[in-house]
């Protein structure tokens, strides 16, 4: 699975134009909420730089997690060590990002100003933190499923063929190897990286509850 600066240039591009044109247009919409009218654009306040930094920040992840879903439905409940690697490394990643996020909303409780342009902003925070929740309890359902998968075909392969003999002489090395040709210490580390996989996307869920309880909270100050 492939990060944000990993991406092909298309897909980059796409996601970066539509995440400008939404804060764009939630702009656009705070400015009529609070005048009536579409005014002549004034430079952002200090408060509604932070919180299109903040929108901007969540559409990503969001974007990153879509990524993550698409790695590991397209494997079809079968992940190589390398997506499973990938994934637990960009759930860590995902993880620290979302905390930086819910320490960035926190700091907006005692500064908010509240109104329905702020509204506007911290409504959609809120609905991106949702979002974000409901993508990662859906992978977290397929990981179990795909970890459940992998115990079953790791006890099948546990099975052993017989020894295979290597060298001459009477220093022989047997090399265990699985029904299908995996060795045992592979099925091993495939299984330890998929617990450290579950472990993560567990991390990640206490993440993602404490970010939709501070956009919750932020939300209602706002308003």
Not at 13 to 35: E, M, P, V
Not at 66 to 82: P, R, V, Y
Not at 105 to 111: H, P
Not at 129 to 135: L, T, V
Request: net charge positive; aromatic share 4%.
């Amino acid at each position: 699975m492939q990060r944000a600066d990993k991406m092909p240039v298309i897909k980059k591009l796409s996601a970066t134009t539509a995440a400008l044109i939404l804060i764009f247009a939630i702009g656009a919409a705070a400015s009529s909420s609070t005048t009536g009218t579409t005014s002549v654009n004034r430079p952002d306040s200090i408060q509604t730089v932070r919180m299109k930094n903040t929108l901007s920040k969540l559409i990503r992840q969001d974007d990153f997690l879509d990524e993550a879903l698409e790695t590991i439905e397209s494997a079809n409940g079968k992940l190589s060590t390398h997506n499973i690697l990938a994934l637990g490394l960009s759930f860590k990643i995902i993880k620290n990002d979302l905390d930086t996020i819910s320490a960035m909303n926190k700091r907006e409780f005692s500064e908010v100003q509240p109104g329905p342009g702020s509204a506007t902003y911290t409504k959609t925070i809120l609905s991106y933190s949702r979002s974000i929740s409901q993508k990662i309890a859906q992978i977290s359902g397929l990981i179990t499923k795909t970890s459940r998968t992998d115990k079953r075909l790791a006890m099948r392969d546990a099975v052993l063929s017989p020894p295979i003999s290597k060298g001459r002489g009477t220093g022989r090395t047997l090399v265990k190897k699985a029904g299908n040709g995996k060795k045992l210490t592979q099925i091993l580390e495939e299984q330890k990286a998929m617990e450290m996989l579950s472990s993560d996307i567990q991390t990640l869920k206490t993440s993602s509850r404490q970010l939709n309880a501070t956009s919750k909270w932020l939300y209602i100050v706002s308003k």
